[in-house]
């Protein structure tokens, strides 16, 4: 398959001319860039010191908040943090490309190793690589630093080069530093740099003399000793800002297996990417084993255990009835259009269906938010609701009532365990341990009458000891009991369907890692539940009411 692919170009005082990135942190805990047009306008808004910028005007309900170097989705509420990277700095445009060597070196030929176009550990990293393989002989190799080259001249009117554009006529890209600054950092870094060279240079470590340090050509060196070699370059890498890229240890005997970390290291160092190989993270799911004795209640909540049975009662007696707490009757309907069906809402409702005992023209204001739908209308979602005697305005969310949702019958439990997760060792751990065992739907479920599964119970779930984790907590306890936390569905990790599913509010399952992204350290994540708790209508009001 043979796919098109472009270069583009952009101002050098542009965000990519200066080396700027804008990056966000996904759920797994690493960071993702930005999409380059939006990285300039995030990096624009700055620069003129605006506390904010919204990007809906390019298509995104995101605004990025730069006090609190945050991402906030303007539908969920929920947060993200984002970074300015200063260190991806872009290629220069000027002179064209010297002559290509070719690599390895002909067999008897003496090639010169080529010099580095730049001084990024990649860079220096690649090129030493290169002048190891493409010495004659058996030869020896020394691990020393390497000089920086010095920085090319600036020329005049350059443009950046990015991925993504053509290159004009008798224009070639050379990398180079747009900013001293950049140079003088990659000077830093080249200087603390073991690059590998043939055995004629006359420079040797400081504090070692000629010879001593000498090792084997990497064609010579025997397993031990390439092992060394791999770990040593990649503690370098990792120390001078690298991405590291896990690799699993398929022998078991080494943090690298040579072989495969030589092979991915030639393959990534081609396709222009930086590497460095580190053994991989291990998962975490669960904390140490916890005898009964260590297992603490929390101070300020009664008992240690929640158990939820059949669907709770209706509060209304019809839907008409219902509604009328909610409405303001509207004798001259505004010019707009019911967003329920989509007609005016000077015209009769456009609702099809089963007809309830009211005029189809007429209409009503929600008290609260002021929003205004055909009464037709509001009955019909009503009815397909839970029918609980709550309604949820189906414009901008605000619940009238208490809301209630489907949870099928299930226990909960909640204790301290005398561990600390991951960036909060400052208190201990509140784990919370759900069982909802598999049952046939109710009428209130998608399916009455068919069975349901629920896998992976218990499931355990974990929250900091904390002031905010314990307030958490007491709201997940409402939450609980109004029937919120699960519902049954279709799963969206396996796609089965009618089994017991997450319902809106994210819960941490993993305890000593952040692999899946459902773990810690996550310094947003209980302002983010919180924020989930109070789209589902449960504030520190709520347990007011609940003690009420």
Not at 250 to 270: D, E, F, Q, R
Request: hydrophobic share 30%.
């Amino acid at each position: 398959t043979i796919r098109p692919v472009r270069r583009s170009y952009y101002d050098p005082s542009s965000a990519p001319g200066k080396g700027v990135v804008w990056e966000w942190e996904n759920d797994s805990g690493s960071w993702t860039p930005y999409d380059m047009d939006v990285g300039i306008t995030i990096q624009r808004a700055y620069e003129k010191q605006h506390p904010w910028v919204d990007l809906s005007a390019i298509g995104f309900c995101y605004v990025i908040d730069f006090a609190t170097m945050g991402q906030i989705n303007r539908q969920t509420q929920r947060k993200r943090r984002v970074r300015r990277r200063l260190d991806m700095v872009y290629p220069l445009v000027s002179g064209t490309l010297p002559k290509s060597q070719s690599w390895p070196a002909s067999p008897g030929v003496a090639a010169a190793p080529p010099v580095p176009a730049c001084a990024c550990p990649q860079c220096l990293l690649v090129m030493s690589v290169k002048a190891t393989v493409s010495a004659p002989g058996p030869g020896t190799a020394t691990l020393q630093p390497r000089k920086a080259p010095p920085a090319p001249p600036t020329a005049p009117k350059a443009s950046v080069l990015a991925p993504g554009a053509k290159v004009p006529n008798g224009m070639a890209p050379v990398r180079g530093s747009l900013k001293p600054l950049a140079a003088q950092g990659g000077r830093r870094q080249a200087a603390s740099t073991p690059a590998l060279s043939s055995a004629s240079s006359t420079t040797s470590p400081p504090g070692t003399g000629s010879g001593k340090a000498s090792r084997p050509g990497l064609g010579t060196l025997n397993r031990s000793h390439l092992q060394r070699l791999a770990i040593a370059q990649s503690r370098v890498l990792i120390a001078s800002g690298v991405p590291t890229v896990p690799v699993k240890n398929l022998t078991g005997s080494s943090p690298v297996n040579p072989a495969l970390a030589g092979i991915t290291g030639i393959l990534m160092s081609a396709a222009g990417l930086p590497v460095c190989l580190t053994r991989p993270p291990k998962l975490v799911l669960h904390p140490p084993p916890v005898s009964k004795s260590e297992i603490q209640s929390i101070p300020g909540i009664s008992h240690t255990c929640r158990k939820t049975t059949k669907k709770q009662a209706k509060k209304g007696k019809t839907p008409e009835e219902v509604l009328k707490k909610y409405l303001q009757k509207v004798r001259h309907p505004p010019d707009e259009d019911c967003t329920i069906c989509m007609e005016r809402l000077s015209a009769p409702s456009g609702y099809k269906g089963p007809q309830p005992a009211l005029k189809p023209d007429l209409v009503g204001k929600l008290v609260k938010c002021g929003h205004v739908f055909h009464l037709h209308c509001l009955v019909a979602m009503y009815n397909n609701g839970n029918k609980d005697g709550s309604l949820q305005c189906p414009t901008c969310k605000t619940i009238y009532g208490v809301k209630t949702g489907t949870q099928p019958p299930g226990k909960m439990e909640y204790h301290i365990i005398p561990h600390t997760l991951p960036g909060h060792s400052d208190c201990k751990t509140i784990r919370i341990i759900y069982n909802i065992p598999p049952g046939v739907q109710g009428p209130e479920h998608p399916n009455p009458g068919k069975s349901f599964t629920a896998r992976g119970f218990p499931r355990h779930c974990y929250l900091p000891d904390s002031e905010k984790g314990r307030k958490v907590l007491k709201l997940l306890l409402v939450a609980w009991d109004r029937r919120l936390i699960f519902a049954i569905g279709t799963s969206s990790t396996t796609g089965e369907s009618d089994t017991v599913i997450w319902n809106e509010i994210h819960h941490k399952t993993e305890f000593g890692s952040n692999l899946t992204g459902h773990g810690y350290p996550d310094i947003n994540y209980l302002d983010n539940v919180l924020a989930e708790l109070a789209a589902q209508g449960i504030t520190e009001e709520s347990l007011a009411q609940e003690k009420d």
